[in-house]
């Protein structure tokens, strides 16, 4: 079964500063690899996905992750934050073939300025 | 992206009421869609796969008698939480899978309280 571990429940960062969410996720083939945001009483927006080819991929509001099949991660990083990024952090992973997802518990980011 | 609506946004009712969420594809048809639940400060658990036309998959532990799901059409699934109490409580949102994508797209979520 495949599973998602978000080891860090809380963050504090300063605006300005750069930023590093951990994912690490469990499965026995090539995963399909999400990070969604979410905002207090809001639906999930997809931040950037992983499917194949390069493992460095780009996203939209200046994030970026990294996967590592070796480490089996896929951190989410960006350089430098802003007030508004302060949310709540899910990686995701799912499987061709049977496109269910499996969610990470979050992470939430708190921006003091 | 695709779009996705829910109606209602939000919904108090009282225990022992039904109440039905809607969960529509704006833009594109959807054979299928899926339906999770969330508590307060948690993670997204998934509740059902729903399939157009064909009856719902359910999770492990999840009561498909209290939670009734219908895909009658490819833009429109409906989720009934039947009996409800206020353990039902909780953030349920759904989402669409174009058919041969591999990415969902998440609607904006219902929040229900039961009182």
């Known amino acids: 079964a495949q599973s998602v571990t978000q080891p860090d429940i809380h963050i504090t960062v300063s605006e300005g500063a750069s930023l590093e969410l951990r994912c690490n996720y469990s499965?026995?083939?090539?995963?399909?690899l999400f990070w969604y945001v979410q905002s207090p009483g809001q639906g999930l927006q997809l931040l950037l996905k992983y499917f194949s080819g390069d493992t460095l991929v780009q996203g939209i509001k200046g994030f970026e992750a990294e996967f590592k099949r070796s480490q089996s991660s896929f951190n989410l990083r960006k350089p430098s934050v802003h007030w508004s990024d302060a949310a709540e952090y899910f990686c995701a992973v799912g499987n061709f073939g049977n496109e269910k997802l499996t969610f990470g518990t979050g992470t939430r980011l708190t921006i003091i300025p | 992206g695709a779009v996705v609506s829910q109606h209602p946004s939000w919904v108090i009712c009282k225990s022992g009421t039904s109440v039905k969420i809607e969960c529509r594809s704006l833009?594109?048809?959807?054979?299928?869609m899926f339906w999770y639940r969330q508590f307060p400060k948690q993670s997204l658990m998934l509740m059902a796969t729903?399939?157009?036309?064909?009856?719902?998959?359910?999770e492990q532990g999840v009561e498909k008698d209290k939670f009734l799901i219908n895909h009658a059409s490819l833009t429109l699934s409906t989720l009934t939480v039947t009996s409800a109490h206020p353990e039902d409580s909780s953030f349920y949102i759904c989402s669409t899978l174009p058919q041969g994508a591999r990415e969902q797209y998440f609607g904006p979520g219902t929040r229900l309280t039961v009182t």
């Open positions: 729903s399939n157009e036309g064909s009856k719902a998959t359910y």
């Open positions: 499965y026995g083939a090539t995963p399909y």
């Open positions: 833009d594109f048809q959807a054979t299928t």
